[in-house]
C-alpha cells in the first residue's frame, strides 16, 4: 500500500511540474506574441495576481481572459489548458464547439 502511495505521490509532483513548465512556456509565448500590446499583457498579470490572491474566482478569470484576448483564439485555448476540466468549456459559447473532451 505504502508503495502505490508513494508512486502516486512521485507521479503528482511530476505532473506538477510539467504543468508549472507548460505555464511558463505559456507565458514567454503571450509576452513575445503582446510585445505590441504591453497593456493586455499586463492585464493579463494582473488577472492572474487576482486569482492567486483569491480576489476573483475562476468564473471571473474565464470572463477577463475571454474578453482581454477577444479575436485571438489561440490565445484562449492556450490558456484554457491550464483550467481545471470542468471549466474548460466555459471560455466559448455553444455553437463554437471548441471544447476538448478529455
Not at 503582446?34 to 474566482?57: C, G, H, P, S
Not at 474565464?62 to 474548460?88: A, C, E, S, Y
Request: proline letters at 1%.
Amino acid at each position: 500500500m505504502k508503495r502505490q502511495s508513494t508512486a502516486a505521490s512521485q507521479k503528482a509532483s511530476t505532473d506538477d511540474a510539467l504543468r508549472k513548465q507548460e505555464a511558463l512556456t505559456y507565458l514567454r509565448e503571450l509576452k513575445e506574441r503582446l510585445k505590441d500590446k504591453k497593456d493586455t499583457y499586463d492585464e493579463f498579470l494582473e488577472i492572474m495576481k487576482e486569482f492567486k490572491a483569491q480576489r476573483i474566482d475562476t468564473e471571473g478569470v474565464i470572463k477577463r481572459v475571454k474578453t482581454i484576448f477577444k479575436g485571438h483564439r489561440d490565445l484562449i485555448l492556450g490558456f484554457n489548458q491550464f483550467l481545471p476540466k470542468v471549466d474548460t468549456c466555459a471560455f466559448f459559447s455553444f455553437r463554437e464547439r471548441v471544447c476538448q473532451t478529455t
